[in-house]
């Protein structure tokens, strides 16, 4: 029997989100149903809401969850029901071209769940990232599910997309090892979990550039050796100044703005690596020299999902999590309600907020 559940959805660009009812279908073949116990509200739900992302409204936002599933539809074999499982928005499809290369973590052809969450006037949900769990229960592909030890799921379920994204960001994408110098332009949920990972991978010199300086502070705690508030002192000169005047070898970027893009461009060193995981809008465009990008050399990556792979990832990163090796509870700055995805969104713009968390 479908369900009707309470959910979050965006229903046309920029206007306030909304609780209503949705209607969550029993599992089919490969689909699961989840119960969620937490969702982190990321940077990314407000970029859905605000029509960046695409048209696609109404959206089920929330895409960061943790939870347990409740039940799971034909041929699912991988996780059963009461397994404590970690959403991800890379259910690799194993046969795509890049998986055929060895290379899932790129997958182009990720799985969701075929069926379709409504309205109960019968109107389809684009679920966010196609998860959607700022919701009591939600539906995926089983391959969205990943098993991970028991842990606190509030912090544990950050793992489902910023906090990943940023650690694999410094880690995977811009290959972050021991001795690196790495310099990280916005330090919300995305930059201090690249920080954190910097600092695990043995990063010496680990740079974290804000406008904030209550962010500065947290990206203290997660390892940054040195902060430059970049509304007050010129960033690129600062970080070449803590790099004895060459750059980093690894900048990060954060933000998704071009002007953060072109700092992170201009100050690495040569044969440095920039690294995009902040998300722009399709509006905004950088204009480089040609020659600064040949004459500087290196590499110009984006980051998507921090180039992780769940399977392999996820439950790692709890292990270092529970060994104490990676604080996953101090990117958890307040517990909410499912009512109160609005206000953290405002809550981005001004306040200390690292991450808010939705707890059903
Ligand atoms: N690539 C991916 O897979 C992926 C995954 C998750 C999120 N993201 C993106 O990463 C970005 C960051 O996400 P978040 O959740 O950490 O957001 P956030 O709002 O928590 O953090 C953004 C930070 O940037 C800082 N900032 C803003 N303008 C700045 C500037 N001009 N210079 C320096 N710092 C500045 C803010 O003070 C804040 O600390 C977003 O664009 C988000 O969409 C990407
Ligand atoms: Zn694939
Ligand atoms: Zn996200």
């Known amino acids: 029997m479908p369900q009707t559940v309470k959910g979050v959805i965006s229903r046309s660009k920029g206007a306030d989100v909304e609780l209503v009812d949705v209607v969550v279908p ?51 074999t991988d996780v059963a029901p009461g397994d404590f499982v970690i959403l991800n928005w890379r259910a690799v499809c194993g046969q795509c071209r890049a998986c055929a290369k060895g290379k899932p973590q790129y997958c182009f052809d990720t799985h969701n769940a075929t069926q379709k969450m409504t309205l109960t006037d019968g109107t389809e949900l684009t679920p966010a990232l196609g998860i959607g769990a700022f919701i ?35 880690v995977n994408t811009g290959g972050v090892s021991r001795g690196d110098s790495i310099a990280v332009i916005g330090c919300g949920g995305v930059g201090n979990a690249a920080i954190a990972g910097a600092r695990v991978a043995g990063a010496t010199t680990i740079i974290a550039v804000d406008v904030s300086d209550a962010k500065l502070e947290q990206a203290t705690h997660f390892g940054a050796t040195h902060t430059v508030n970049s509304s007050t002192t010129e960033p690129v000169e600062a970080i070449r100044s803590l790099t004895g005047g060459n750059g980093a070898d690894v900048v990060v970027e954060a933000v998704g703005r071009p002007e953060t893009y072109e700092q992170a461009f201009y100050a690495r060193d040569l044969a440095g690596t920039v690294v995009l995981v902040g998300v722009p809008t399709p509006d905004q465009q950088v204009t480089l020299p040609m020659i600064d990008i040949f004459g500087r050399g290196g590499a110009l990556k984006s980051s998507w999902y921090g180039d992780c792979l769940p399977s392999r990832d996820f439950p790692m990163l709890v292990d270092l999590y529970t060994q104490g090796r990676f604080d996953l509870d101090a990117f958890v700055t307040e517990r909410i309600g499912l009512g109160d995805v609005e206000a953290a969104f405002d809550k981005m713009h001004t306040g200390n907020v690292l991450r808010s968390v939705v707890v059903l």
Do not use: S, W
């Open 136 to 170: 009591e229960k939600t539906l995926v592909a089983a391959g969205q599910c990943t098993k991970v030890p028991e842990a606190d799921a509030a912090a544990v379920g950050l793992l489902g997309c910023g906090v990943m994204a940023g650690f694999g960001a410094a």
């Open 26 to 76: 029993d599992p089919g073949p490969g689909e699961a149903v989840v119960t969620i116990e937490t969702c982190g509200v990321c940077h990314t739900d407000l970029h859905y809401r605000e029509g960046g992302i695409n048209d696609d409204y109404p959206f089920l936002l929330g895409h960061e969850a943790a939870g347990r599933v409740e039940a799971v539809g034909e041929g699912v």
